[in-house]
């Protein structure tokens, strides 16, 4: 039976991470540094996409190059992340655990760029990561901030 209690379905997709990079952000190297030498890594991504959200939300309107900015990190993330996904067999359904840390960086991929399409009016876009998210694990959205 899957963490998700469907005797049926596909098992959670537990990816391995990047130990490296992962310990480089903890330890404070500058995130774009890290992208830069760890591109597949998707929790890199993910905090130069909310970084750049936060910066660009934080006037009194969102700053559309600041937003384009987070949605551009987010999806090079989010494709990252998706890679990595189907390299640990996953076929574009399925559990993805937020409970498993090494999943956090796609998946909070998926919801800064959830984010940045909702500000910029990409309705449709936003929706999918919402979908991919509470397929993934409806965890994930609450965790994120998104419901």
Known sequence: ?????????????????????????????APAEV????PTASIAWAYLAEAA????TAGDAPDPAGVVTAYAFART???RGLDQLRRHGWKGFGP?????????G?????GA???AAEIIGEED???RCLDLLNDSDPQAAAELGLV
Not at 1 to 19: E, N, R
Not at 53 to 56: C, G, P, S, V
Not at 106 to 110: T, Y
């Open 1 to 29: 039976m899957t963490s998700f209690g469907d005797l049926l379905g596909p098992q959670p997709v537990l990816l391995t991470g990047d130990d490296e990079a992962e310990s480089d952000l903890l330890n404070g190297a």
């Open 35 to 38: 992208a830069a030498a760890h």
């Open 53 to 56: 959200l936060d910066a660009a």
């Open 77 to 79: 993330g989010y494709h």
């Open 96 to 104: 993805v655990p937020w409970s498993h840390e090494p999943n956090r």
């Open 106 to 110: 796609f998946l909070r991929c998926v």
């Open 113 to 115: 760029l959830a984010r």
């Open 125 to 127: 876009e936003h929706v």
